[in-house]
């Protein structure tokens, strides 16, 4: 027979070999480094780990709307005089597109009656003895004379101007006007937020011949049995406030009006400049960008993550742009930052 079984001795400061393949185990799961995600989507949930991790947006972002203007130039002035109604011819060298505007005094103050397509700026009188009425008008075709009339049973002497301009901004002109009496006869300031613009003069008095202002050129002087009207233009660098201007006529105490007409260049191209503070995200690729309309997307574009600037061109005058822009790492994209402009150049 055997002898007794007897259980093995375990020498002490040992362990079973399973339990210290079981402790390796988690020693070595504890060691690994902890996984570590650079970004993460922008739609999480709530077990997602990499939340914490998510892709930043650029912190800031600001668009500037950037203009361009054409060159505006004289095509040339005519002036006349007659009873009514006053025939105004324009200027030879007038092209379809071109700005007209039109100076008509009269004594008196009752409204004028124009030619189609001439449309009034505004009318200033002295004393009921001199009005100034001006009006404006785009060319077209082969464009006719303008005739301006007054009200049946009014008779008198009209005298007046038309000057064409080309480049000019096919809308009504900004204009403003001051009247009084004396020798003096100065043109009222008016502010301009855009550059390059042409700056029209025009003063009348019930006797006298008001000369042509200092700094400017003359357009025409005429004068008839009882009103004299004298135009003058300037270009203006802009934007900002165009000179006032004054005309002095020897030994007059007379009735006067001095309007100034501003005449705004056309706008040939209008775009944007976006920037915006680099995401702090440093393990970004790049930023995507998008122009939105009316909540369609226009146009999309992309930059490298180094470049915190876009431009963008072919703009409409006077519409409400949305920009985006958004940080992104292949398919995963932060969330966006945004930026309305309306252009106004």
């Given at each position: 027979m055997g002898g007794p079984h007897r259980r093995p001795r375990r020498v002490p400061g040992t362990r079973p070999a399973g339990v210290v393949v079981v402790l390796g185990l988690l020693a070595a799961v504890l060691a690994l480094p902890t996984v570590h995600a650079a970004f993460s989507a922008t739609t999480s949930t709530p077990g997602n780990s990499l939340a914490a991790d998510r892709l930043s947006p650029p912190p800031a972002l600001s668009a500037t709307q950037t203009c361009s203007y054409a060159t505006t130039a004289l095509r040339g002035a005519l002036a006349s005089t007659a009873s009514t109604p006053l025939a105004l011819g324009v200027p030879t060298a007038t092209q379809p597109g071109d700005v007209l505007v039109a100076q008509v005094a009269y004594d008196g103050t009752s409204p004028l009656t124009a030619s189609s397509g001439w449309q009034l700026v505004r009318a200033d009188s002295s004393g009921g003895v001199v009005t100034s009425a001006v009006y404006w008008k785009v060319a077209a075709a082969s464009e006719p004379a303008a005739t301006f009339a007054r009200p049946n049973g009014e008779v008198g002497d009209m005298v007046g101007g038309i000057v064409a301009y080309r480049g000019v901004r096919p809308g009504a002109p900004v204009a403003d006007g001051q009247t009084g009496?004396?020798?003096?006869?100065?043109?009222?300031?008016?502010?301009?937020?855009?550059?390059?613009?042409?700056?029209?003069?025009?003063?009348?008095?019930?006797?006298?011949?008001?000369?042509?202002?200092?700094?400017?050129?003359?357009?025409?002087?005429?004068?008839?049995?009882?009103?004299?009207?004298?135009?003058?233009?300037?270009?203006?660098?802009?934007?900002?406030?165009?000179?006032?201007?004054?005309?002095?006529?020897?030994?007059?105490?007379?009735?006067?009006?001095?309007?100034?007409?501003?005449?705004?260049?056309?706008?040939?191209?209008?775009?944007?400049?976006?920037?915006?503070?680099?995401?702090?995200?440093?393990?970004?690729?790049?930023?995507?960008?998008?122009?939105?309309?009316?909540?369609?997307?226009?146009?999309?574009?992309?930059?490298?993550?180094g470049t915190t600037t876009a431009a963008d061109a072919g703009l409409a005058n006077g519409t409400t742009y949305t920009y985006r822009v958004r940080a992104y790492r292949g398919s995963w994209v932060s969330a966006d930052v945004t930026r309305t402009l309306t252009t106004s150049c």
């Open positions: 009496s004396g020798a003096t006869a100065t043109t009222p300031a008016l502010t301009t937020q855009v550059p390059g613009v042409v700056v029209v003069h025009l003063l009348a008095r019930n006797a006298g011949h008001p000369p042509a202002p200092s700094g400017t050129g003359q357009l025409w002087t005429l004068g008839s049995d009882s009103e004299t009207v004298t135009a003058a233009d300037e270009p203006f660098a802009g934007p900002g406030t165009v000179p006032q201007r004054s005309s002095t006529t020897s030994g007059a105490t007379t009735a006067w009006t001095a309007q100034t007409v501003v005449l705004r260049p056309a706008v040939q191209h209008v775009g944007a400049t976006l920037s915006w503070t680099a995401s702090p995200s440093t393990w970004a690729e790049g930023y995507r960008g998008e122009r939105v309309v009316g909540g369609v997307v226009q146009a999309t574009s992309a930059v490298p993550y």
